[in-house]
């Protein structure tokens, strides 16, 4: 069964700080990875996508991505009180069908 | 971004009743929908594929009987939850990538369903 892996947290990290969220997957063939954020009650909000290996850097955040160590992460530079949420890694295993398997988040609290 | 819409946000029903939750694309159209289910402290997980014009696809173990997902149109998907139970109790999310081959999908803002 194919699966996808994060630590559940919290994390926690000063105002301003990086914080680091990392995410593993099970399959080596996986070209679609996602990070979403999702506040409590609420639905996920797409974050970042990316599809090659290396880092991709949308203002704040980056995504860093390794296939062959099947490892994908988040960096969130100058954390804001407003970050505070579960980061949910998700992953495309079929290769273009949208069918997205999420690993079951971690949760960051960004501290004052 | 992409608007995907939900309705109902919110709803609650006496177990034994059906529930429809519609999904609707505003601003785009969307030939494939997708319906999760999210427990509390747990994960999103897959249930159906909604394709319009045609049958939906459900995942292994989502029972599609008890799940009835119509794909009438290229806005609009609607999940109907047919003799709830207390154990249906959970939160809805629908998805649809904003174009066409896309691999991002957007959510809608879920529908939480409570079954007493």
């Known amino acids: 069964q194919k699966e996808v892996e994060q630590n559940s947290g919290p994390l926690s990290v000063p105002e301003g700080a990086i914080a680091s969220l990392n995410c593993t997957y099970s399959?080596?063939?996986?070209?679609?990875f996602f990070w979403y954020r999702q506040y409590s009650g609420k639905s996920p909000e797409l974050i970042m996508s990316?599809?090659?290996?290396g880092d991709k850097e949308d203002g704040r955040f980056t995504a860093q991505l390794n296939k062959a160590s099947q490892y994908v992460s988040l960096l969130i530079r100058d954390s804001q009180p407003s970050d505070s949420a579960t980061y949910l890694c998700?992953?495309?295993?079929?290769?273009?069908?949208?069918?997205?398997?999420f690993g079951t988040g971690t949760q960051l609290k960004v501290e004052l | 971004g992409a608007v995907v819409s939900q309705h109902p946000s919110r709803v609650i029903c006496k177990s034994g009743t059906s529930v429809k939750i519609e999904c609707r694309s505003l601003?785009?159209?969307?030939?494939?929908m997708f319906w999760y289910r999210q427990f509390p402290k747990q994960s999103l997980m897959l249930m159906a594929t909604?394709?319009?014009?045609?049958?939906?696809?459900?995942e292994q173990g989502v029972e599609k009987d008890k799940f009835l997902i119509n794909h009438a149109s290229l806005t609009l998907s609607t999940l109907t939850v047919t003799s709830a139970h207390p154990e249906d109790s959970s939160f809805y999310i629908c998805?649809?990538?904003?174009?066409?081959?896309?691999?991002?999908?957007?959510f809608g803002p879920g529908t939480r369903l409570t079954v007493t």
């Open positions: 990316i599809y090659s290996n």
């Open positions: 601003d785009f159209q969307a030939t494939t």
């Open positions: 399959d080596r063939v996986s070209q679609s």
């Open positions: 909604s394709n319009e014009g045609s049958k939906a696809t459900y």
């Open positions: 998805s649809a990538p904003h174009k066409q081959g896309s691999y991002e999908q957007y």
């Open positions: 998700a992953v495309d295993f079929t290769g273009g069908g949208n069918k997205l398997t």
